[in-house]
């Protein structure tokens, strides 16, 4: 078992920045990869970034790409969510994820693994 637990959500302006975070605990975090997804309203949940066990690869959604960024601590038992530049359009609850395999994913079914979420709210 592996519990996650998010934290780092909030209400900010557009164009301001935030970083989420989640701590790990239960099996060897480092033997996991993991992702951040995201839902907003009315919408289905969508990847956001993924990265692997080891951290040397990495992935993220396209509506993202130049702003967000994922890294781990593994000593931590920690993966964050850098985002910056935010639009309202990112407003949704953030979740983070894990897989049971040192190689990302790109989608929900391949993670066993979820937190409880986050609220991030972009106001324009």
């Known amino acids: 078992q592996v519990q996650l637990v998010e934290s780092g959500g909030g209400l900010v302006q557009a164009g301001a920045s935030l970083r989420l975070s989640c701590a790990a605990s239960?099996?060897?975090?480092?033997?996991?990869?993991m992702g951040w997804f995201r839902q907003a309203p009315g919408k289905e949940r969508e990847i956001v970034a993924g990265i692997s066990w080891s951290g040397g690869s990495k992935y993220y959604a396209d509506s993202v790409k130049g702003r967000f960024t994922i890294s781990r601590d593994n000593a931590k038992n920690t993966v964050y969510l850098q985002m910056n530049t935010l639009k309202p359009e990112d407003t949704a609850v953030y979740y983070c994820?894990?897989?049971?395999?040192?190689?990302?994913?790109?989608?929900?079914?391949?993670?066993?693994?979820w937190g409880q979420g986050t609220q991030v709210t972009v106001s324009s």
């Open positions: 994820a894990a897989r049971a395999s040192t190689v990302l994913g790109i989608v929900g079914g391949e993670y066993a693994y």
């Open positions: 239960g099996r060897t975090f480092g033997r996991y990869a």
